[in-house]
Every structure is written in C-alpha cells, then in structure tokens.
C-alpha cells in the first residue's frame, strides 16, 4: 500500500520559511515523479511545484518561482519543498503526490495517482 506523509508544516509570519518533507514508502519511489500542491480554505487544489523522477527538472507555478525550492532524496524515499519570503496568501493545505510525469502533464492533480494527506501552512501578517 502507498503512503505518502507530509511533515514541517507550521505557523510562521509573513517573510519567514519553512521545508515540508513527504515521506513515500509503498511504491517504486525512483520511478514516479514527485509533486506538491495546495488548497486554501474555499479554493480549489493548485499546483506549487514538482520534479521528475530523476530530479533533473523541476516545475514550479509561476507565483513560487525564486521563493520555493522543490528537492527529492530518491534514497531516502524523500521530497521536500523548501518555502521562503513567505506571503499570508501561501497560506494553505500542502499535499504531496506521486504521479508518471510529463513535461505537459506534471500541473494537473489528474496526473498524480497517489496523495498525502496534507499538511497545514499558515503564515501571518
């Protein structure tokens, strides 16, 4: 069974940072591309970023471009997400998923076959 589980969420004021990391265990981790995405209270999922399985490329929404640094350990099973200048409105529920990436694919949640549970962000003023 796959299991992917989100950690290093927190509270932190505005300018700060933070590092998620998503623990995977379950699957060919090596073989499957790595995503994070996030939901705030009342919007839909957005995609924040994601890289491929070899950890050459990496994605990022254009908001979180120079601000957000996506990274994988594919020894350790392991992706992080490390998030600086943080804003209030990066304020949100981030998830962690697996998913067979493309360069044309990787910002759809219907890419992803396999999610986290998510873990909260919460930056204030």
């Known amino acids: 069974q796959v299991h992917l589980v989100e950690s290093g969420g927190g509270l932190v004021q505005a300018g700060g940072s933070l590092r998620l990391s998503c623990a995977a265990s379950g699957l060919p981790f090596s073989s499957y591309g790595m995503g994070w995405f996030r939901q705030a209270p009342g919007k839909e999922r957005d995609f924040v970023a994601a890289i491929h399985w070899r950890g050459g490329s990496t994605y990022y929404a254009d908001s979180m471009k120079g601000r957000f640094t996506i990274s994988r350990d594919n020894a350790k099973m392991m992706v992080y997400l490390q998030m600086n200048s943080l804003k209030p409105e990066d304020t949100a529920v981030y998830y962690c998923?697996?998913?067979?990436?493309?360069?044309?694919?990787?910002?759809?949640?219907?890419?992803?076959?396999?999610w986290g549970q998510g873990t909260q962000v919460t930056v204030s003023e």
């Open positions: 998923a697996a998913g067979t990436l493309t360069d044309s694919n990787f910002r759809a949640s219907r890419s992803y076959a396999y």
